[in-house]
Each structure stands twice: as structure tokens, then as C-alpha cells.
């Protein structure tokens, strides 16, 4: 069975741009949940999504969002970008909420 | 508060040691998981383990053993005969709240040397 998936891997942007990630699931999972990890503040939660629905979200700006589609695939969208949005951005799956969570590889956004 | 700590930031072991990674755990709910997450130099975090809070059996994976405790709010892992392999950063995290909030540790840098 295929892992989760991210694309892109690797991303630059400028001050000021939005970018958009994307996050396929393993296939039959129907969570999603998004983790911004630096090196000052560690693995942080995001959100988590659910049939479509965000279920629970961590402590961040607005300017962070995301959406679940009906084929469980998700994205994430940073608006108004920020040099501290600079991160590994890890997508994560499970098969329903409370269960394990399996990680992609990950995003690699840089912000200049 | 909800909170995992890893006390040890970084730890050296040179092969074949054992090395035991510390994880203190804090919530006020009864019904919870933690987990030990994996993440190697290449960035993808690999699931280890998860153990929910009603049971406190050790558990045993080839060179890797966990030690729950309830008493003294820990979960500790042991890898038995480190290898060079074993170098990666280790996540202990926490599920509370019926699984709506996961909370991770700082996470400890394991290096095994040659």
C-alpha cells in the first residue's frame, strides 16, 4: 500500500505570497491532520480533517488554512506569507480520528 | 496543562550499547495514547508505537522495548544493541481529549557511532 504522499517537496517563496500544499492520504484513511515543525518551536498541530471536516486546529493564525476533498486528499494553504512560516510542513493519515497516525515525507518551505 | 518532556536533548552512544530514551508525560485526562515517533535524517517521521492509558504492559519489538508507568507518568524507550541505523531523532507524543489534540516532546537527537 502506498504512503502518504506531499507534493511539493520542496518550495521557495517571497514575503508577502500564499502558497498551497497538498497531502494524499494512504489509501482508506479518511483523517488528515497537518504539523508545522521548526527548529525553535519543534512539531507543532495545525489541523486535523475529517470527512471533509476540520475537527480540531492548534494555535495558529488565520492565515493558515485547509480543506479536505471527498476523496480524502487534503491541502493546506498559507496566505500572506511570513520568514517564520519557513518550516517542514508533515501531512499525517489515519484511518479514523484517534487512530495512528502515519506521516509523508514532508514539505520544505522556505520563505524569503 | 498537556505536556511531554524529553529531558535528554541529545544522547552518543557508540554501537551495540543499550541506550534508554526518557519521555514525562502530563494530562489530566484518563483515557489517552502516546506514541514514539522516528525521524531519520531524511525528515519522514516512522511510526514506532502506540500504547493506549489503560494498559501499562511493557512490549517488546525485536531491539526495541517500552516501559510504561502510570505511577511515575513515563514512557520510556530502550534500544537494545544500538546500530548505526538507530541515529535519528525520537518523538514521544501525547493524544488526549479522545484524540483531538496530539502533543509532541521536544524530541532527543540519538547518535550511534561506529
Known amino acids: 500500500k502506498a504512503g502518504v504522499t506531499q507534493t511539493p517537496r520542496y518550495l521557495i517563496k517571497t514575503r508577502g505570497q500564499q502558497v498551497t500544499l497538498s497531502c494524499s492520504p494512504i489509501s482508506g484513511h479518511r483523517s488528515v491532520s497537518w504539523y508545522q515543525q521548526t527548529p525553535g518551536q519543534g512539531l507543532q498541530f495545525l489541523f486535523e480533517y475529517f470527512s471533509e471536516t476540520q475537527r480540531n486546529k492548534g494555535n495558529f493564525p488565520g492565515r493558515f488554512s485547509g480543506r479536505q476533498f471527498s476523496n480524502s486528499r487534503s491541502e493546506m494553504n498559507v496566505s500572506t506569507l511570513e520568514l517564520g512560516d519557513s518550516a517542514l510542513y508533515l501531512c499525517a493519515s489515519s484511518l479514523e480520528l484517534q487512530e495512528t497516525q502515519y506521516f509523508g515525507p514532508g514539505t520544505r518551505l522556505l520563505v524569503l | 496543562a498537556q505536556k511531554v518532556t524529553q529531558a535528554q536533548t541529545e544522547i552518543s552512544v557508540v554501537e551495540k550499547e543499550d541506550v534508554t530514551l526518557d519521555c514525562v508525560y502530563e494530562t489530566r485526562d484518563t483515557t489517552y495514547y502516546l506514541f514514539w515517533y522516528k525521524q531519520p535524517p531524511s525528515g519522514e517521521l516512522v511510526f514506532l508505537i502506540r500504547?493506549?492509558?489503560?494498559?501499562?504492559q511493557n512490549e517488546i519489538s525485536g531491539r526495541y522495548s517500552w516501559n510504561f508507568q502510570k505511577s511515575t507518568s513515563s514512557f520510556n524507550f530502550t534500544i537494545t544493541a544500538s546500530q548505526v541505523v538507530d541515529s535519528a531523532v525520537y518523538f514521544c507524543?501525547?493524544?488526549?481529549?479522545?484524540?483531538?489534540?496530539?502533543?509532541f516532546g521536544p524530541g532527543t537527537r540519538l547518535s550511534v557511532l561506529p
Open positions: 500504547r493506549n492509558s489503560f494498559d501499562e
Open positions: 507524543a501525547l493524544t488526549y481529549n479522545y484524540g483531538q489534540n496530539f502533543v
